[in-house]
C-alpha cells in the first residue's frame, strides 16, 4: 500500500480564502479530504489589510475544511502573494580544495550560499531559492553533483524575495488561531505542482495565475524556472472598469462580468444589449454588449503586455515556450480569454489538467483550485526530498528564522 502524507494547503485570496486538506501518496496521487472555502474580506492584492475581518473569513473557512475533511488543522502550507514579489537568476561558483576527492553535499550548501549572494532591499527576505541547474568542470546540467569528481562547481538559481513584513504579517495572523505555518510557497510555483507535467516544464511552459488583486507567473525551460513575478492587477480591476465605464453599482458590474463577460467581440443580433434590471437603489440600465467586452478585453489585454514586459526584461524569451501558455485563478474561467493570450504572446493557450487526484474531486478540478491543491503536492515533494537533504535546515526553523527577522530559507 502506497505511503501517505496529510497536508494542507492555504490560500489567502483577493476574492476567497480556500482551505484544502489532501492525502499525498507516494505514487503520485493526491486524495482530497476535504475543502472549506469562504468570502475573502480585509484582503486587498492578496495581502491581508484588516487582520480582524481577515481572521473571521479564515476560521469559517477552516471550520468547513474541518468539518469535511474530519481533520484537525493545526498546520498549513501557506501560499503568498503580491507585487512586493520579485525574482532574480544568479550563479553561484565553487572552487574544490585539491585535498577532497568528490563533491559533497556541504559543497552544495556552500554554492547555494554563493548563488545567493545578490544585492535585495535590506526590508526583503528571501523566499525560494530553487537550483535551476548545476555544472561540473563546464559539464552542463548536472542533475545530483554529490560524489562526482570535480574541480569546479557552478549551481544557477532562481530567487525569490518579497517584503518582510508583509510576509510577517500573514504569518503572525495565523498563528493567533494558532496554526502552524510549515512553508510559505509562491502561488504560482505551488500551482504548477498539478498544473504542468514534466514534458510540458521540459519543452517550455508559462502559467498565469490571475486571481481577483493579482497576476502571478512562472515561466518554465529546460525544466527549470525561468523567470517568475507577480503584477498587482487582476479581475477586480476589471470590475472596477466597468463600474465606472457603464455608472453601475460595483456588485452589479462584478455579476456583469461573471455571467455575460467576454474578451471576444460582441454578437450580433438580439444579444447587442444585456437588460440590468433596477431595484431601490438602482434605475436600471441596458448595457451594450459590444462595450462590456471591450472594456475587459483592454484590460486583460493590458496585463498580458505587463507580464510579456516582465518576462523579457528579465533576460528569458517566449521563443521557448513549445508547450504553451497554461491559465488558472479565477479570472483565467473569462470567455475567449485563451485566445486574447494566444494574440498577445504568440504562443498556443493548452488546457490546464490536474494530476491525478481522488475524493472530492468533481467541484475542485478547476483553474481557480490549482494553487492550494498545487500546495499540497508541494508539500509531498519537500517532505519526500528531506531524507535525502539532512543538512538542510527544517522548513519550521527556517519560519522562525522569518519571524525573528532573519531570511527565509527554501
Given at each position: 500500500m502506497?505511503?501517505?502524507?496529510?497536508?494542507?494547503?492555504?490560500?489567502?485570496?483577493?476574492?476567497?480564502?480556500?482551505?484544502?486538506?489532501g492525502d499525498a501518496k507516494a505514487d503520485g496521487s493526491i486524495k482530497i479530504l476535504g475543502v472549506g472555502q469562504a468570502p475573502s474580506r480585509g484582503v486587498r492584492k492578496g495581502e491581508i489589510v484588516d487582520f480582524e475581518t481577515a481572521q473571521t473569513c479564515l476560521q469559517d473557512a477552516l471550520v468547513r475544511a474541518e468539518d469535511r475533511s474530519d481533520v484537525m488543522v493545526r498546520k498549513?502550507?501557506?501560499?503568498?502573494?503580491?507585487?512586493?514579489?520579485?525574482?532574480?537568476?544568479?550563479?553561484?561558483?565553487?572552487?574544490?580544495?585539491?585535498?577532497?576527492?568528490?563533491?559533497?553535499?556541504?559543497?552544495?550548501?556552500?554554492?547555494?550560499?554563493?548563488?545567493?549572494n545578490v544585492a535585495i532591499p535590506p526590508d526583503n527576505i528571501f523566499l525560494h531559492r530553487i537550483i535551476r541547474h548545476y555544472w561540473v568542470d563546464g559539464q552542463e546540467k548536472v542533475?545530483?553533483?554529490?560524489?562526482?569528481?570535480?574541480?569546479?562547481?557552478e549551481a544557477d538559481y532562481h530567487i525569490v524575495h518579497g517584503?518582510?513584513?508583509?510576509?510577517?504579517?500573514?504569518?503572525?495572523?495565523?498563528?493567533?488561531?494558532?496554526?502552524?505555518?510549515?512553508?510559505?510557497?509562491f502561488g504560482?510555483?505551488?500551482?504548477?505542482?498539478?498544473?504542468?507535467?514534466r514534458e510540458?516544464?521540459?519543452?517550455?511552459?508559462?502559467?498565469?495565475?490571475?486571481?481577483?488583486?493579482?497576476?502571478?507567473?512562472?515561466?518554465?525551460?529546460?525544466?527549470?524556472i525561468a523567470a517568475s513575478g507577480s503584477i498587482g492587477v487582476g479581475g477586480d480591476h476589471i470590475t472596477n472598469d466597468l463600474s465606472v465605464v457603464l455608472k453601475i453599482p460595483h456588485s452589479r458590474a462584478e455579476r456583469l462580468k461573471v455571467e455575460h463577460g467576454s474578451v471576444l467581440p460582441a454578437a450580433g443580433g438580439s444579444e447587442d444589449y444585456i437588460r440590468l434590471e433596477g431595484d431601490a437603489t438602482f434605475d436600471g440600465v441596458n448595457v451594450d454588449r459590444e462595450v462590456l467586452n471591450g472594456v475587459i478585453a483592454a484590460r486583460m489585454e493590458e496585463v498580458f503586455n505587463l507580464v510579456k514586459k516582465r518576462?523579457?526584461?528579465?533576460?528569458?524569451?517566449?521563443?521557448?515556450?513549445?508547450?504553451?501558455?497554461?491559465?488558472?485563478?479565477?479570472?483565467?474561467?473569462?470567455?475567449?480569454?485563451?485566445?486574447?493570450?494566444?494574440?498577445?504572446?504568440?504562443?498556443?493557450?493548452?488546457?490546464?489538467?490536474?494530476?491525478?487526484?481522488?475524493?472530492?474531486?468533481?467541484?475542485?478540478?478547476?483553474?481557480?483550485?490549482?494553487t492550494p491543491i498545487g500546495l499540497i503536492r508541494y508539500a509531498q515533494r519537500v517532505e519526500s526530498e528531506r531524507p535525502a537533504r539532512t543538512l538542510f535546515r527544517r522548513m519550521k526553523d527556517a519560519m522562525d528564522s522569518v519571524l525573528s527577522g532573519t531570511r527565509l530559507l527554501s
Open positions: 502506497a505511503k501517505s502524507n496529510i497536508f494542507v494547503g492555504l490560500e489567502i485570496g483577493t476574492h476567497k480564502i480556500c482551505v484544502v486538506v498549513v502550507w501557506l501560499a503568498i502573494t503580491g507585487p512586493h514579489l520579485e525574482s532574480v537568476n544568479n550563479r553561484g561558483v565553487l572552487r574544490i580544495p585539491d585535498d577532497q576527492s568528490e563533491i559533497t553535499e556541504d559543497d552544495i550548501e556552500e554554492v547555494k550560499e554563493q548563488a545567493s542533475q545530483n553533483p554529490v560524489g562526482m569528481l570535480g574541480r569546479k562547481l517584503i518582510r513584513n508583509r510576509v510577517q504579517n500573514t504569518i503572525r495572523c495565523l498563528r493567533e488561531f494558532p496554526l502552524e505555518v510549515e512553508d510559505v510557497v504560482p510555483i505551488a500551482a504548477a505542482q498539478v498544473v504542468l507535467n510540458a516544464r521540459t519543452q517550455g511552459a508559462l502559467l498565469m495565475d490571475i486571481g481577483g488583486g493579482t497576476t502571478d507567473f512562472v515561466l518554465y525551460e529546460d525544466g527549470a518576462i523579457l526584461a528579465s533576460g528569458s524569451s517566449l521563443d521557448r515556450v513549445a508547450a504553451g501558455i497554461f491559465l488558472c485563478g479565477g479570472t483565467s474561467l473569462l470567455r475567449g480569454l485563451d485566445q486574447l493570450a494566444e494574440d498577445v504572446f504568440g504562443v498556443p493557450v493548452r488546457r490546464s489538467s490536474f494530476t491525478p487526484m481522488t475524493g472530492l474531486t468533481s467541484n475542485f478540478e478547476s483553474p481557480q483550485y490549482a
